[in-house]
């Protein structure tokens, strides 16, 4: 397990889950894949899933402290979002899907975005990607 650390966090990523083991792990792993000049928190709601994810997730937190599981009690996907936002430390705050995968310098082009200085907020272009 990596040592905790006290650096400031950059962005915070917002994730509501539900039933998500499929993937989880994957998507966990491309989430902290993410190219960045700072330290990212990946802060999960979860929704109450029936199947392994919570248990997935808790794992991963055991093993990075970058990963932060909350409970959804709501189980929406908005009730998870307001779960997440209490908890986010980053200067900035990034919603990401738990399902989707992000290019590896998505939160990177956008916080560069935001300093320019002439948006407030950003979003980039959903590109689907089937498999098998």
């Keep these: 397990m990596p040592p905790p650390t006290s650096s400031p966090v950059a962005v915070s990523v ?13 998507t966990v792993a491309a989430m902290l894949a993410q190219e960045l000049d700072g330290r990212l928190e990946l802060i999960f709601a ?7 994810t919570r248990a997935r997730l808790e794992a991963l937190a ?13 189980r929406g ?8 936002l209490r908890e ?4 900035y ?28 907020w950003v979003a980039g272009p959903q590109r689907p990607r089937g498999r098998g």
């Design 93 to 120: 705050v990034a919603r990401m899907d738990a399902h989707t995968f992000f290019a590896a310098d998505y939160l990177a082009r956008g916080i560069a975005r935001l300093q320019r200085g002439d948006a407030t």
């Design 77 to 84: 996907t908005a009730s998870g979002l307001n779960v997440c």
């Design 62 to 74: 055991r093993a990075d402290d970058r990963v932060r599981v909350f409970d959804n009690p709501d």
């Design 14 to 26: 917002l994730v509501p889950v539900l039933n998500e083991e499929a993937t989880i792990e994957a």
């Design 88 to 91: 986010a430390r980053g200067e």
């Design 46 to 52: 979860d929704g109450a899933s029936t199947d392994a």
